[in-house]
């Protein structure tokens, strides 16, 4: 029987050609994507009236600060994908996931399940965080290059039960997309 610790588990997200579309770099924050075809672009001052909530991180650290980089729906308005950096955070300490994962408790509704999960798709480490609310699905993912203290990210995708397993291809082939375009 193997007792060593098994280290994080690395995954393959499969990008889905046919519902991702062009690539984007964001030289100033240095990552590279390309976004879920037929979506939108959601101006900076909508999303943040109406989505405040799901931009909103649970408070860690009074100095973190979440950078809105792009924001996404689809064409029904149904599904929201929102990429933000977070400046100031423990990223990939110990008990990040734990600490995260209470304040994530703590900020959203009572009842609500909050499955966590932890993982690699080098370079990046991410944290992935799912709520179930009503008839909402609600994913945050954390990612930052693997045991670094580089730029760290925040994806929110929002979309309801219904369409959520035809939505979960489109975050995998967005998240599959990734680049970090500078390794510092």
């Known amino acids: 029987m193997n007792t060593q610790q098994n280290p994080l588990q690395s995954l393959i ?10 690539k984007i770099t964001n030289k100033e924050h240095n990552i590279s994507y390309r976004i879920p075809k037929n979506w939108k672009n959601i101006s900076h001052s909508d999303i943040e009236g109406k989505l405040n909530i799901i931009l909103k991180s649970p408070n860690l650290n009074e100095k973190s ?12 308005r149904i599904s929201y994908l929102i990429l933000s950096e977070i400046e100031e955070i423990d990223f990939g300490t110990e008990n990040f996931k734990y600490k995260f994962e209470n304040a994530l ?7 609500n399940t909050i499955k966590s999960t932890e993982f690699l798709f080098l370079p990046l480490h991410i944290y992935q965080f799912q709520i179930v609310h009503d008839q909402l699905v609600f994913v945050k993912m954390i990612l930052g290059k693997y045991k670094s203290t580089s730029k760290v990210y925040q994806i929110d995708f929002l979309t309801n ?15 599959g997309s990734l680049q970090l375009t500078n390794h510092n």
């Open 13 to 22: 997200f499969n990008v889905d050609e046919s519902i991702i579309g062009e």
């Open 65 to 76: 600060n979440i950078i809105l980089l792009e924001a996404f729906n689809d064409s029904d």
């Open 105 to 111: 408790k703590n900020s959203t509704t009572n009842g």
């Open 161 to 175: 039960v219904e369409k959520y397993p035809s939505m979960a291809r489109v975050l995998e082939s967005f998240v």
